[in-house]
């Protein structure tokens, strides 16, 4: 299959991830901006807090009840708005109320009305166009998979919810009965929604759904969170979108290591969260009529965040550190010039105090086991801090344009510094979090600050670029703004005055029509969008175009491996399960060929009646133990996939060890593809 094969794929993923958030804002009375970049975080929060609610309640979680709860969430809203209207007095006027804030804007012009739209669909077209592009030239083909051991868990977990039609965070696990408990599955139920609906296998709607959160989520969540800082200027919006896409740490880094969908998922998302937040604490631009909008809307965000993976939650805590501090500041000087209560200033440095409890307190408990978690540092602090004002993690080639902008951006924050000092804050707390995990020595001060992250530095440079971008889109716009003041100085003087001018640009400038400002700066940040695709790019793009591939020399799964898996559905019946080594791939026969597997994750807890046939599938011709337990789950196959293990473990799943050199007796060689073969068991009568 081409990718110009999976349009209706294409749509449905742009359906799941992106109607429901739609409905249920445009009913709340929000629109423009607002509506298109909450759209998606809303949609995560209704797809995981509905498998939540209906796994609880026994109700399967499939696309026609997700829709139902997203249309009666639509009716919810519309109906809270009303009588909202009500009380306000305006259920006969024009104007809207908004219960997650319509809108903070002036009202537009009529010139507006088409410029704002087109601005916009063009600062998201730009980085939509060049991470779909990256992304499908790293991917291959539609149903290609990341040959990383993480993916035997993402594809396996797509495909469960779909069969099971059961997607809560609270049971997903690893999967099985004996290892039921937290996972967090936001982006699992939307891609298994996908799945369900018609993507003819699970790996195109993992592929077409990073796309998506890459191409669309990532670039709208990012204008928001830059317009809640510096505002909805044309420069800021384009800048915004257009630098997005530049950076190698994201959200390349997420697909091209792990691979981290869930970290993916949850990356995009944290700029529109970061951008609430400040709405909400009244830092924003153009302050909001009251903190309910964004206290509603980062209520309806929030969860979606949460479960897409809750170490983004962790990092919204110690981003919005800064701003906390910042309220509370502003609300001091306020006070002291009058402008603010006593009482006011109080209550902020109250919330200031519990909050900083609370997420001391959060930072020191919501982290995952620290068992499997290898990273250790790898550099100097000298070069650690290279990287992060070169916006260039894990060693890729310096990004020369956003290194440039955001020197200028750290400029332009110095000259406003109390205006914008909580900025900058961020950018630093982003930073030393990647310094200390990436050059600071082992020990107990090193896993405070990034155990949240498993101490590996892959996850940490993938958080920069939102606390990186603001910085270097202010120091962009200082450019543009200077080179368009430039340009209608030339206009102005070249028409009434051109004796002004230096003899070689007279001819010149009294030509220049009077939009050639505007003309000049669009085009230059455009191509600081094209020059941002230099280097920096090219060691992800590398592994991205890699680690997809499937051939005779695959990580995950070779192309033997994946041919065999292919003719599984062929040969064993959709009720038998397929008894198969999770380390060297085996497991995806869950994902790939529809048949379930005793073991479909790496890791996690197995009955004993799964460990023993594990450990002692081979043996049933003479082990008295073996047949009963091969009948009870109807485990009769299995698959060989050799002694390669993507994660070799301390206790080896002995149970088929003896079946590749033909020493197992009771056992039939179904089928051989190259030096992958398929078993049944003929000694269980």
């Given amino acids: 299959m081409t990718w110009l094969q999976t349009g209706p794929t294409f749509a449905l993923t742009l359906l799941v991830f992106f109607a429901p958030g739609l409905a249920i804002l445009t009913a709340a009375g929000v629109r423009r901006l607002n509506l298109v970049a909450l759209a998606a975080p809303v949609s995560f929060t209704v797809a995981s807090v509905l498998a939540l609610v209906l796994g609880k309640a026994g109700i399967p979680f499939n696309p026609l009840s997700y829709f139902a709860a997203s249309a009666a969430l639509s009716l919810l809203a519309y109906a809270l708005r009303y009588v909202l209207r009500r009380r306000a007095g305006l259920a006969t006027s024009g104007a809207d109320f908004g219960v997650l804030g319509a809108n903070s804007l002036p009202a537009a012009s009529s010139k507006q009305r088409w410029t704002r739209p087109l601005i916009l669909v063009s600062a998201v077209g730009f980085p939509a166009l060049i991470v779909t592009y990256r992304y499908l030239k790293g991917f291959g083909v539609p149903d290609n998979l990341s040959q990383t051991f993480d993916n035997v868990y993402h594809l396996n977990a797509v495909r469960f919810i779909a069969d099971h039609q059961m997607g809560s965070s609270l049971t997903l696990g690893n999967l099985t009965d004996a290892s039921a408990g937290f996972y967090p599955a936001a982006m699992h139920d939307l891609m298994a929604l996908v799945f369900m609906m018609g993507s003819p296998s699970v790996m195109q709607a993992i ?5 998506v959160i890459g191409a669309l989520v990532w670039p709208l969540s990012c204008i928001f969170l830059v317009t809640r800082i510096i505002g909805n200027r044309p420069a800021a919006v384009l800048l915004a979108g257009v630098l997005s896409a530049g950076f190698s740490a994201f959200p390349y880094l997420m697909v091209a290591f ?49 479960l897409a993976h809750p170490s983004a939650v962790v990092a919204l805590i110690g981003f919005a550190s800064p701003l906390v501090l910042a309220r509370l500041i502003r609300s001091w000087q306020g006070f002291r010039k009058g402008l603010e209560t006593g009482r006011n200033a109080l209550l902020w440095l109250g919330f200031t ?55 200028i951006g750290i400029y332009v924050i110095a000259r406003r510094l109390n205006q914008f000092w909580w900025v900058l804050g961020m950018y630093a707390i982003g930073g030393t979090l990647y310094i200390i995990v990436s050059a600071w020595g082992l020990g107990d001060f090193r896993t405070f600050w990034t155990g949240v992250w498993y101490n590996d530095s892959f996850r940490l440079a993938a958080l920069l670029p939102t606390v990186t971008l603001p910085v270097a889109v202010m120091g962009a716009e200082w450019l543009i703004f200077r080179l368009r003041a430039f340009c209608d100085y030339l206009v102005a003087t070249g028409h009434q005055n051109p004796s002004e001018l230096p003899g070689f ?103 004993p009646a799964e460990q023993y046939l594990l450990d002692h599938w081979d043996e049933a011709a003479y082990n008295t133990k073996v047949c009963p337990l091969i009948h009870d789950l109807k485990a009769y196959w299995a698959l060989d996939f050799g002694d390669f293990e993507v994660v070799p473990g301390d206790a080896p799943f002995t149970g088929l060890s003896t079946l590749a050199d033909g020493s197992a007796p009771g056992m039939k060689l179904v089928k051989t593809i190259g030096k992958v073969h398929l078993y049944k068991v003929n000694a269980c009568t």
């Fill in 505 to 607: 640009l007279r001819p010149v400038a009294s030509r220049l029509p009077a939009f050639t400002g505007i003309a000049a700066s669009v085009i230059v940040i455009f191509m600081l969008g094209i020059a941002a695709q230099g280097g920096t790019l090219s060691n992800v793009q590398q592994r991205l175009d890699t680690i997809f591939v499937t051939n005779d020399n695959s990580y995950l799964l070779t192309a033997d491996e994946m041919a065999m898996l292919k003719a599984v559905p062929d040969i064993v019946p959709p009720s038998d399960v397929v008894v198969a080594n999770p380390r060297t791939g085996g497991s995806l026969v869950y994902a790939v060929s529809n048949r379930n597997t005793v073991a479909p994750h790496i890791f996690g807890d197995r009955t």
């Fill in 353 to 407: 105090v519990v909050y900083l409890i609370v997420g001391a307190t959060v930072w020191t408990l919501v982290r995952p086991s620290l068992a499997s978690a290898p990273w250790t540092p790898f550099q100097s602090n000298a070069r650690a801090l290279g990287e992060v004002l070169a916006s260039a993690p894990m060693g890729t080639t310096a990004a020369w344009v956003l290194l440039i902008c955001t020197i």
């Fill in 258 to 306: 792990g691979v981290l969908y869930p970290n993916h998922a949850a990356i995009a998302l944290l700029p529109a969260a970061l951008g609430l937040v400040i709405e909400l604490l009244g830092l924003s631009r153009v302050k909001p009529t009251s903190f309910w909008p964004p206290l509603l809307a980062l209520a309806a965000v929030g969860p979606g965040l949460a």
């Fill in 207 to 211: 592929n077409i759904g990073t796309v």
